[in-house]
């Protein structure tokens, strides 16, 4: 299996060289030059496999440069029983008829990015082994908040590693943010920008791909790789999930093996979505994936109109992992959905990074529209969909995933579409603690610091408080880093003590 890039297809390198160089030298996306195919038998003999197994099926069939030693070291190392609270790692549980919820936080983080980012650190060392002989790989991170913490957290102390930090100063959660400055390890930096999340993923991505700065770092034998959802090392644990419901859902006999089913994503940086395209090309049946936007509805226009138009507010939301106006793996799909075109994606690239807007042909939007409807929430129906939905359905969720329950009740409304359906959960209610409490009660929010919101949540709904996030309280802040957008650079090198 080889890998191309998004704006040049004349590239072709293995898995592990793409996982250890994160992004394409050109700023092009890696991609797989072809996908395996997964039968209905094929799937339904993951139904009796364990999460750590059925991962090892569908990356095998990627990961074709690694050994299977490695590959089982990889695995078996991220989705241990001491990181996942949940045995079955990511549990699928029914709401009510063809709703159900695919829970993704019962990771170390309590965030969906646990999925990925506790097995890249060991595919991005593994790879480095075969590819970046004996350099330091330093990770840098733009995060809107959950991205950092799974990616400090699953990086620290891991050798020849070093990981930087950047977030949005006011962009994210006071549970997130306490979460990053906390953060433990001896390879870890975290620092604050003056800035959005699009300002600091930008940023990261110019430092990435310019060439002074990495020979700086090469001559101190460095070099930087990305654990942002633009790594294809991000991606590919991903698509294991979607595997992993469907057998599920098999399993709880919602549906007979073949039957197709629908899966909602909270979406921001269309990474997780992707994920479920790329198991859809490879054969699962899934019917429709519907994109589910906060108030940042960048994505809710594309999939409508074909017009993407990054020139408006941006707006900083309860669901802050989603407030994000550039999405990069956009591009991943525009590449695959356009034939493999990568001169229109160069194109539309250029024309996004210019004006901030491009739009593609009717054809082109036809075709995705086959497979992605979409919707956005606002966020006046955040809040009291979280409160019918405990009310209703005694089940608490987190702001994202309240975000995606809402566009999927609109899209049955608008629809009448029946099948069976899988809604992302993509954080623990207890990251939100402040805005999933005063959702519950109906907009009053108590006068109280952020554990014994925590606590009084706990009281009232009676969910379980995820440990990591209760031992916190305990924990020393270690970082008070803040920088300009424009001075990134600058910090990289004063964080490297270069
Ligand atoms: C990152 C994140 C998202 C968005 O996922 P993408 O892959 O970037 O689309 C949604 N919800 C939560 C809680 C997240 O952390």
């Not at 790692?89 to 646990?114: Q, S, Y």
């Not at 330093?138 to 400090?152: E, F, N, Q, R, Y």
């Not at 082109?364 to 979409?374: N, P, R, V, Y």
Request: glycine share 6%; charged share 20%; aromatic share 10%.
């Amino acid at each position: 299996m080889f890998y191309t890039s998004t704006r040049d297809k004349s590239i072709k390198v293995t898995a592990s060289q793409a996982i250890a160089q994160g992004i394409s030298e050109e700023g092009g996306l890696f991609v797989p030059c072809e996908l395996p195919q997964f039968s209905i038998e094929k799937i339904e003999a993951m139904t009796e496999m364990s999460y750590i197994d059925r991962a090892k099926t569908v990356l095998k069939e990627f990961l074709t440069d690694f050994t299977e030693e490695e590959l089982n070291y990889c695995v078996e190392g991220a989705y241990s029983a001491e990181k996942f609270s949940s045995q079955a790692v990511a549990p699928t549980v029914n709401i009510c008829g063809n709703k159900n919820i695919l829970e993704l936080w019962h990771g170390p983080t309590c965030a969906f990015k646990d999925m990925a980012l506790q097995l890249l650190p060991y595919l991005m060392t593994v790879s480095a082994k075969k590819t970046a002989d004996g350099k330091t790989i330093v990770i840098l991170v733009a995060t809107s908040g959950d991205t950092g913490k799974a990616a400090l957290e699953g990086f620290k102390n891991v050798a020849d590693t070093k990981i930087l930090v950047f977030y949005p100063v006011d962009g994210v959660s006071p549970m997130q943010k306490l979460q990053m400055l906390t953060q433990e390890g001896e390879n870890v930096s975290v620092c604050a920008i003056n800035g959005n999340f699009d300002d600091a993923q930008s940023a990261v991505k110019t430092i990435f791909t310019d060439s002074e700065i990495k020979a700086e770092l090469a001559a101190k034998n460095m070099m930087f790789s990305s654990a942002n959802s633009i790594n294809w090392g991000r991606l590919v644990p991903q698509i294991v999930y979607y595997f992993s419901t469907y057998c599920d859902m098999i399993s709880m006999g919602n549906i007979k093996a073949g039957e197709e089913i629908n899966v909602v994503v909270p979406t921001g940086n269309f990474g997780n979505i992707l994920a479920g395209y790329y198991a859809k090309k490879m054969g699962l049946p899934v019917k429709m994936l519907i994109c589910a936007s906060n108030s940042n509805n960048v994505l809710t226009d594309f999939l409508k109109t074909g017009t993407y138009d990054r020139n408006r507010s941006f707006y900083t939301t309860t669901s802050p992992s989603m407030d994000i106006l550039i999405s990069s793996n956009l591009e991943r799909l525009l590449y695959h959905m356009s034939g493999e075109n990568d001169v229109l994606v160069s194109d539309l690239m250029k024309q996004l990074s210019e004006n901030g807007k491009y739009s593609v042909s009717e054809n082109l939007i036809a075709e995705i529209q086959k497979t992605f409807d979409a919707g956005f929430t606002p966020e006046c129906d955040v809040d009291s969909t979280i409160k019918e939905h405990f009310e209703k359905y005694n089940y608490l969720c987190d702001t994202h995933t309240a975000v995606a329950v809402k566009v999927y009740e609109d899209y049955v409304k608008r629809t009448g579409d029946d099948v069976q359906t899988v809604i992302d959960s993509t954080a623990s209610p207890y990251k939100f603690s402040k805005s999933v409490l005063s959702a519950v009660l109906g907009g009053k929010t108590p006068d109280l610091d952020e554990f014994d919101m925590v606590d009084e949540l706990n009281r009232i709904t009676g969910a379980d408080v995820p440990e990591p996030l209760a031992n916190l309280k305990d924990k020393p802040v270690r970082f008070d880093n803040v920088c300009n957008k424009e001075n990134m650079s600058e910090m990289v090198f004063k964080l490297l003590n270069l």
